[in-house]
């Protein structure tokens, strides 16, 4: 073989490998910055759902809080009735 034919082999060789490891560098950093962006997704879907469920329970605690109104006005009503009737029966009693 002549001298220019194996100085193209080897140069070609050296090329191949040079881009395999290159490739392999890039992946390797790929791999990692993508772990890393899962991590902070991870973070951020934890956060949001720790902002969802404190906002749940400040809902629930108001609809409690409302709940507790509505029993409190079925009673009021009630005495309001009753209030009315004893009225009525005090007018009666007078005339």
Do not use: P, W
């Not at 934890?46 to 029993?71: C, F, M, P, T, V």
Request: charged share 35%.
């Amino acid at each position: 073989m002549s001298d220019a034919v194996i100085t193209a082999i080897i140069v070609a060789v050296s090329s191949i490998i040079c881009q395999v490891l290159i490739n392999r560098s890039n992946r390797t950093k790929r791999v990692a910055e993508d772990a890393e962006k899962e991590q902070k997704r991870a973070v951020e879907d934890a956060r949001k759902d720790e902002h969802l469920q404190n906002r749940l329970e400040s809902i629930e605690k108001k609809l409690d809080e409302h709940n507790g109104y509505a029993k409190m006005f079925n009673e009021i009503s009630t005495d309001i009735a009753v209030i009315k009737n004893d009225i009525k029966t005090l007018y009666k009693a007078k005339e």
